[in-house]
Structures are given as C-alpha cells and as structure tokens.
C-alpha cells in the first residue's frame, strides 16, 4: 500500500467516523436508517479498499519489490494495516450496536 492509498484510507476511516457521530445524534428513525444503510456502504468500500491495498492482487513485479524492501519498513506496514484493521472492526461493531437500536417501524393493518 502506497503512502497515497494509506492517506485515501485514513480519510476513508475519518469519513466513517464522521458518520457514525451523525447515527448516534440523529433522532428521526427513517433519517437515522438512511444514514445506517450509507454507513454500511461507505463501510463495504473501507473493506474493498482495504483489500485491494493489502496486495491480494499483486503481481509478480510488486511481489518482488516487497522482497527487496527492509524489514524496518515492512513491519512498519503492517502495523499500520492492522491499526486500519481495528478501525474498520470498530466502526462495524458501532454499526450493528446502532442497528439494534433503531427501532423497526411496522404498519398496522
């Protein structure tokens, strides 16, 4: 993951945080659902985001430049993934507390 795709994910990260604040101050459910389902989009994103700037599609040039690469630097990488990691594992634990306190609307027949 390159530092521009490390920057895109930590505003990615910033914009779920962001959103989550909204969920727990909304009051109005049918808003409040609006903003848990575009949570849980942006979140789908985050993951897919995440994947592809973990290397699950690199190829046999990027594999060697990560050979090449100091284990210094390596390491640093991957703190920096697993710290995104419990991010992302936060911001999906928050998701479903939220979810299980909206309230479901059901019409009366």
Do not use: C, F, Y
Not at 59 to 66: A, G, V, Y
Not at 91 to 101: I, L, N, T, Y
Request: proline share 2%; glycine share 8%; net charge negative.
């Amino acid at each position: 993951m390159g530092h521009e795709q490390m920057m895109a994910m930590h505003e990615h990260m910033q914009k779920m945080h962001d959103m989550m604040g909204k969920i727990k101050a909304e009051t109005d459910p049918e808003k409040r659902q609006q903003l848990m389902q575009e949570h849980m989009r942006v979140m789908q994103e985050g993951m897919r985001l995440m994947g592809d700037g973990m290397g699950m599609d690199m190829n046999k040039d990027e594999s060697s430049k990560m050979d090449d690469m100091d284990m210094i630097k390596r390491m640093d990488m991957m703190e920096e993934r697993m710290g995104m990691m419990q991010m992302m594992m936060g911001q999906m634990m928050d998701h479903e507390s939220e979810s299980q306190k909206t309230p479901v609307h059901k019409h009366k027949k």
